[in-house]
């Protein structure tokens, strides 16, 4: 499978752990992105990365959440402090951009968390 | 916060019937992409139609963009049941990011 792959695909934890999700991204894909989609609404973008380099955030990325791409490959999203607010579905989609133009996002299967 | 709004919100239609949805935004873009989820997975990517483009299409789906308007329209002829899912559109403006509405739940009923 050559796709955009999320581990894990359902996490349960309780209130105030810290939790950490990975992304692996298509591989010749130089963007990666992450969304967050609650029940009933479309996704929200978080952040995005260009190669290793974190190029934008949205408000919705409190103090709490960290996102990181070390070698512009893989990346992992970690909620610190988690509140029950955070269950939700976490997408991630990558996108090959060859001269800086904007291209199809293609999303993984996400990963659903669920904070008791 | 959205910026597209999907309508209707909800549609259900028999199987072979066409199926029209419609997409409004507000500021204005570089494209607009339709993406389909089935029920609790991950999103996939229909077609992207780019500012300077009016219309286009892929097999079964047609989409139209009128950039005067800030609207948009998916349809998908000749609906089977495996249509069944929530269809999203998403606008992308000066940034990166995807910009998505609340969807449209689709119901083909076989």
């Known amino acids: 499978d050559t796709g955009v792959s999320q581990n894990p695909r359902h996490k349960i934890t309780k209130r105030g752990q810290n939790v950490t999700f990975r992304c692996d991204p298509i591989?010749?894909?130089?963007?990666l992105y992450w969304y967050r989609q609650t029940l009933g609404q479309g996704p929200e973008f978080l952040t995005y990365f260009q190669n290793e380099a974190q190029l934008e955030k949205s408000r919705l990325l409190s103090d709490r959440f960290s996102a990181e791409r070390p070698k512009g490959s893989f990346s992992t999203l970690e909620i610190q402090r988690t509140e029950q607010g955070d269950s939700a579905m976490y997408l991630c989609?990558?996108?090959?951009?060859?001269?800086?133009?904007?291209?199809?996002?293609?999303f993984g299967p996400g990963t659903r968390l669920l904070v008791l | 916060s959205q910026q597209g709004e999907e309508d209707p919100q909800a549609l259900s239609i028999q199987e072979g019937e066409n199926a029209t949805m419609n997409c409004s935004y507000k500021?204005?873009?570089?494209?607009l992409q339709w993406y389909r989820q089935n029920s609790g997975r991950g999103l996939v990517h229909l077609i992207l139609i780019r500012s300077n483009e009016r219309e286009k299409h892929s097999g079964r789906l047609r989409v139209t963009l009128d950039t005067s308007k800030k609207s948009s329209s998916l349809l998908i002829t000749a609906s089977r049941a495996a249509d069944t899912a929530s269809y999203f559109c998403a606008t992308q403006g000066g940034s990166e990011k995807l910009v998505f509405g609340k969807g449209t739940k689709l119901t083909v009923n076989p």
């Open positions: 591989s010749e894909h130089n963007r």
């Open positions: 989609a990558s996108s090959l951009a060859l001269t800086g133009g904007q291209e199809t996002q293609y």
């Open positions: 500021t204005s873009i570089n494209n």
